[in-house]
């Protein structure tokens, strides 16, 4: 389980509100490192670091999970971190604010965090914000 800081709650409000300014991008603001972002944001602990400037598109994005991570989807790699760490899965019925959550986005699952009584997830123009009953699977954090 990662260890989160002692002033974790400010700091993922704080990363929302710069999230909020941010449009979705491949490589940069993409569920995996917008999920990241969040995460670092409350530990310090980057796990999209190996993945940071190395693709731009969809299918760069894939190719990285396959390259880098040895993976075909994103419910494999977070299988695959939530094994490494390991991660403690709950049910999403009972994810805190902060969790990682595997959520049926938009446009297919996303990685996304639990914000309060929501998900947090990026969006086309800044942060959407989808119901907790969008979350297929969650890990305390």
């Known amino acids: 389980m990662t260890r989160r800081l ?17 449009a979705f991008a491949w490589g940069l603001n993409d569920c995996c490192l917008f999920a990241c972002d969040l995460v ?23 190719r990285a999970l ?17 094994a490494q760490e390991p991660w403690e899965e709950i049910s999403p019925d009972v994810a805190a604010s902060g969790d990682w959550t595997l959520a049926a986005g938009t446009h297919g699952p996303t990685l996304a965090v639990r914000y309060g009584r929501l998900i947090a997830t990026p969006g086309l123009s800044g942060v959407e914000l989808l119901p907790a009953s969008r979350a297929l699977r969650a890990w305390i954090l």
């Not at 002692?6 to 941010?22: G, M, N």
């Not at 670092?40 to 894939?62: C, H, K, L, V």
């Open 6 to 22: 002692p002033d974790w709650r400010d700091r993922l409000d704080a990363e929302i509100q710069r999230k909020a300014l941010c």
């Open 40 to 62: 670092r944001a409350m530990t310090g602990r980057d796990y999209a670091e190996a993945f940071r400037g190395r693709y731009s598109t969809p299918i760069g994005a894939a």
């Open 66 to 82: 396959r390259n880098v991570a040895g993976v075909s989807s994103l419910p494999d790699l977070v299988d695959k971190l939530a």
